[in-house]
């Protein structure tokens, strides 16, 4: 049996060999690996450090594309479009008995083929063919029957009356703003008319018109009442609530004397305040108008009413002739007829007031503006016993002194100069026995016409109101006295 100490070389050598040949393993790992690092490693010996750095770095991201533009902006919505005469649309209460006279009034401010509306009679009548071309549409009104009416002093007719607008909005015409009201006795300056409407946002409740000149109507009827012979005027949504209730509405006052009571008492439950506007004309006066018409109120002409009952508005000329003589100067200038303008003479010591388009009053001495913008009392109450602290504004009594009757020059002709761009009205005067006076300053009895040169002014109620300025100009006749009226240059006022 061998001795276990004779196998240790043995045992030595294997495990040196097993040593030995793991570190050659090691050593040609180590070696294989360091010779792939040194061949992938490129060669950055000729680059700089930055860039060297730049290379190390990771790629930067690209940025992101910038943003697409934003789409153009939408063109503004258009403006409004401004009322029109076309936006309009009338409603005519008439009677039929008094149509052979009231249709000539008519006739006079409806323009064919622009203005729309339809006359509101109680019973048919007679139109001939010509005159179909003149005038609106002519309906007879729906039956009022089954409302109560229990005024002793008034009329049923007032009931169909106060239905005109509500039965003119049951028609369906399109593109309506407004609906004026009126009788078949009022005459309306259409242009003034359109831009008194222009001033207000016709898709709100309006309820326009103005009350009567009348302190006693106005007690007895209601200041906040329009008068439906000097007109009215109606926002179209206001009437399509007018419609939903006025039939129970006018149930509710049997009462009431007439339609634009009964309208105003239907505003009334709707909240609808009256909006005044005091060129609308009731003229619940009688006698003559000079006192009125010549010295107007700084505001558009709109509306002229009672014609019949007032005398005519031109001495020696019908009613309707004289309007027709009126509706000259309208043509040619309708934003300023009937504007009130004073100057004063100061070497005859005269004072002059022009109501351009009607009439020239001229008056020896010196009366204040304050004065002349008043109106003198040339016409009577519509109660006929009260006096004049029965009116609604301010009056001035007639003049008494001899000497200061004024000289009336009324509108004789008028023509437009295309060369010098302005309006020729002549005005011629008035032959009336004036009383003797005893001043010894010039009587303006020696003037027999006044001619009176003013360019139009169609824009003249775009800026704030302001009474035209007046100039006498120098004339080589003594006959004849020439006028400028038209707009005041700056610092000028009227004065002597």
Known sequence: MNHPSSHRPTFCLIRNSIATFFITLLLIYTLYSSKLILHNTPDCSHLSSKQNLQQQLPAPTPPPPPPPPPPPPSPPPPPPQTT?????????AASSSLWPTRKEYIKLWWKPNQTRGVVWLDNNVRVTPPEKSRLPEIRISGDTAKFDYTNKQ???????????????????????????MGDDDTVFVVENLLRVLEKYDHTQYYYIGSSSESHIQNILFSYTMAYGGGGFAISYPLAKELDKMQDKCIQRYPGLYGSDDRIQACMSELGVPLTKESGFHQYDVYGNLLGLLGAHP????????????????????????GLYRLFESVEQDSASIIQQSFCYDKDKYWSISVSWGYVVQIMRG????????????????????ADYTAYAFNTRPVARHPCQKPFLFYLSSTKYDEKRRQIIGVYSRYKEAHPYCRWKSDSPEKVTSVVVLKRSDSSRWERAPRRDCCRVLPSSRSSVMYLWVGNCRTGEISEL
Not at 84 to 92: A, D, E, K, R, Y
Not at 298 to 321: A, E, N, Q
């Open 84 to 92: 029109q005469l076309n936006h309009l649309v009338f409603g005519i």
């Open 298 to 321: 700084i505001t558009p002409l709109v509306s002229l009413h009672h014609l019949d009952v007032v005398d005519p508005i031109f001495p020696g000329m019908t009613r309707v002739k």
């Open 366 to 385: 010196v009366i204040s503006p304050r004065e002349l913008a008043m109106p003198t009392r040339t016409f009577l109450n519509w109660y006929k016993r």
């Open 154 to 180: 008034g009329s049923r007719s007032a009931l169909r009356i106060s239905r005109v607008v509500s039965e003119t909005l049951r028609l369906g015409m399109r593109d309506v703003r407004w609906f004026v």
